[in-house]
């Protein structure tokens, strides 16, 4: 169970960082995007299509 859990977690974040860099995010502040944890990159992500209630549903 953890380690569907653990893959669920990085599938998301690997969607994220995607989605983000194909926006032409690359890093917040000095960090580069996969040194972010999850909700970090769902904040990155909301910022960048305009709210909270923009972020991506689990498919």
């Known amino acids: ?3 569907q859990l653990r893959r669920a977690v990085e599938s ?3 969607q994220l960082i995607n989605k ?3 926006m032409g ?3 917040k502040d000095e960090l580069h ?3 972010l944890a999850l ?3 769902e904040e990155e992500y ?3 299509v305009g709210g ?3 972020l991506p549903q689990a498919k």
């Open 1 to 3: 169970m953890e380690n």
């Open 12 to 14: 998301k974040r690997n």
């Open 20 to 22: 983000l860099i194909n």
């Open 25 to 27: 995010i690359y890093k």
């Open 33 to 35: 995007l996969f040194q």
């Open 39 to 41: 909700s970090d990159l």
């Open 46 to 48: 909301a910022k960048a």
């Open 52 to 54: 909270k209630n923009s």
